[in-house]
């Protein structure tokens, strides 16, 4: 008897073996069934669903996550929100349902872990492992999805994902309103601000506002809006600039441009025409195709060179100018990449895209184009381009949903007056109003952070420490914070701020708050002694006390102090010999409307 049991039970567990061995191939040749009727559009979405179906470990072991690449490992979080985007289109529902639902787990392991959710990492192992990166754009790009598949389906069971996802990227804001990178692996954050990020951004806010009608994410749409108009469009070329501070250009910068923020920017396809387009051979078909250039290594030019058509970018291309309504040139290009249209050569009657015609220049030295295997990103936009889907619109009305935006009875802009600074923000605030780069010196170190070890209100004050270099004879260092917005002070009449230095600098070390008006002219306050000890309240008269600076120059400006524009203003410490360190915190920088008698006062 128990000779039978136990080939019994050998069969049966030879048979599970079985199972789980063949199961995915069996699974992958359901797909196949009808393929005799299937046009390239079929094959192309069948290719996006094997992709997910083969994705298994074991036979009830899937997360639900796309390889980013035919046969890879990573799973870029770009990719499945793509993808989501594209099952949810095409109705397959529960493919969709299958992404969030990975998602939604790991909202739920940061929960209990961390007490909130920490922002998605930029790729997943295929079998849902992490990596380090957590970058903006595509936690965004996830937010967009979820936002489509609510307005789709009507389910309502991934808003708490949607809304702590949109609360996360809230906490990137910048001072001035647009999101930051996101943050390293090891913790740090990414304090540039990317155009594409928050061109993402502002859709996933946008969209999540509307179908929740919760002013709070509509209000954060503004504010970045009003970021990405004020700071990084570039009105002479009619081009966006790839981030703050950094002109270079890149082609989803005109696209999603327009996919994003609507045909008012539709100008800006002509600048992609001029510096990306170009003609080359995609030799896996041996075809020529014309189409669009990502970038280059911007070592030589803020432009992109021309040497590949990214598959991917053409398929923005097509889909931006068709919402502007130049259809011509949509259908021409769509007409160039469909061309190259490439036969998978792991799951049988499906086709896709590479990245690229050929592997052109690294950007920024690291991701470069590659003209196999066949990928996500290209596959999945090229079924957006020709089904005309706009996945930055999760309603299909971009032009009704950004003008609820422009009709939101909100500013949309970060204004500082009174308080003109409290240091209450978040770190991020902190660290995006007073950047590094933003310090200057001459003989000396300058190092400031958001401290909570000296406070005259609040949790948190600025701390300064200054360190002459040793063997100088004078000594100086300034912090500077600059207002993307003009400051409109004319209505005030004093400026106080709190001060608090160790009294041990003796003499030699004096601080000044310095102004730059509209012209670029600079005022300088009356001198704040860091020889007395404790906290003191320096209160300037704004038309009174403040002189025109001798270090600025005299030759531009009409020497008036013009408060109704302030650009700029800054903390500057000098030391004369002997040179002296200086340890100070300054707190409540802030307007007044009544004058006050005394220009100091001590309090604490």
Known sequence: MKKYFFALLILMLAASAAIVIFFPVYQDSIATKGHQEWSDLDKVYQWL?????????????????????????DCFVYDQALAAFAFTHHGDYQKAKAIFNFFDGVRERHIKKYGNLIGFTDTYKRDGRETETRAAGPNAWVLMALNYYMYKTNDKSFLPLARDLADWLISLQCIDGGCIGGYYGNGKPMTWVSTEH???????????????ADDKYLKKAKEVKRWLVDDVWNEENKRFFLGKNNPNFATDLSSWAVLSLGIEYAPS???????????????????????????????????????AVWFEGTAHM????????????????????????????????????????????????????????????STTWYYFAENKFNPFSATGELELANQII???????????????DDF???????????????????????FTERSDEIVVDGIYSLGIEFIPDDGAKVATAALVRKFLYPQDW??????????????TSGNNNIATFNIKDREGEVYISPPIFLNRSGWRKYIFNLWE??????????????????????????????????VENSKIYIDRIELQKEKEEEAEKTVL
């Open 545 to 578: 006390d403040f002189e025109r600076s001798s270090y600025d120059g005299v030759t531009y400006g009409d020497n008036m102090f013009g408060l109704s524009r302030i650009i700029e203003m800054s903390f500057t410490l000098r030391s004369k010999h002997p």
């Open 424 to 446: 209450e923000c978040s770190d991020i605030k902190f660290c995006t109003a007073y950047p590094e780069d933003l310090i200057f010196t001459k003989k000396a170190k300058l």
């Open 318 to 377: 097509v889909l931006a100018f068709s919402i502007a309504g130049r259809e011509k040139e949509s259908d021409y290009y769509l007409d160039q990449i469909r061309n190259c249209l490439t036969d998978s050569p792991t799951f049988p009657y499906t086709m896709g895209l590479p990245y690229a015609s050929n592997e052109g220049t690294p950007v920024y030295d690291s991701w470069m184009m590659q003209d196999k295997p066949l990928c996500i990103s």
């Open 490 to 503: 004319s209505t005030y009449d004093t400026l106080s701020l709190w001060v608090y230095s160790n009294g």
């Open 269 to 307: 396809l002509d600048f992609a025409m001029d510096k990306s387009l170009n003609t080359q051979t995609y030799k896996v078909k041996n075809v020529k195709v014309e189409g669009f250039d990502f970038g280059s290594d911007y070592k030589r030019s803020p432009f992109p060179d021309k040497d």
């Open 49 to 73: 669903c094997s992709n997910q179906r083969a994705n298994r470990k074991y036979i009830l072991f899937h997360t639900g996550l796309l390889p980013s690449h035919e046969g890879g490992e």
């Open 198 to 212: 928050n061109f993402d951004c502002y859709a996933g806010f946008r969209d999540l506002g509307i179908l929740t």
């Open 406 to 420: 422009d009709k939101l009875d909100y500013d949309g802009r970060c204004q500082f007056m009174p308080v003109i």
